[in-house]
Nanobody, 125 residues
Framework: QVQLVESGGGLVQAGGSLRLSCAAS????????MGWFRQAPGKEREFVAT????????FYADSVKGRGTISRNNAKNTLFLQMNNLQPEDTAVYYC??????????????????WGQGTQVTVSS
């Protein structure tokens, strides 16, 4: 098991940037594929980005491709999501998640077995 705590959310104007962090405690962070998801009010949780265990493989949702960068520091048990050119439609609670089943990466909610509590990102127009 790994415990995940997100930080870095906040209020930003359209066109601005944020860097989200996810601190992991417990064992085995480097053995987990990791991902970022988001959930807007009244909508289902949706995939944002995923990264392989080593960090060499990344995959993004079309909605953030070119604006988002997922990365990880296995030595510091931390996952990051850099989001640039934020738009009002990016407003959501952002969650990090860990997949302990040795997949290369994962894009579906059900593939992840550890979740953080989320951090709110609000983008004003």
């Amino acid at each position: 098991q790994v415990q995940l705590v997100e930080s870095g959310g906040g209020l930003v104007q359209a066109g601005g940037s944020l860097r989200l962090s996810c601190a992991a405690s417990g064992r085995g962070f480097s053995t987990y594929a990791m991902g970022w998801f988001r959930q807007a009010p009244g909508k289902e949780r949706e995939f944002v980005a995923t990264i392989s265990r080593s960090g060499t493989g990344t995959f993004y949702a079309d909605s953030v491709k070119g604006r988002g960068t997922i990365s990880r520091n296995n030595a510091k048990n931390t996952l990051f999501l850099q989001m640039n050119n934020l738009q009002p439609e990016d407003t959501a609670v952002y969650y990090c998640a860990a997949d302990s089943t040795m997949r290369y990466w994962a894009t579906r909610v059900w593939e992840y077995d550890n979740w953080g509590q989320g951090t709110q990102v609000t983008v004003s127009s």
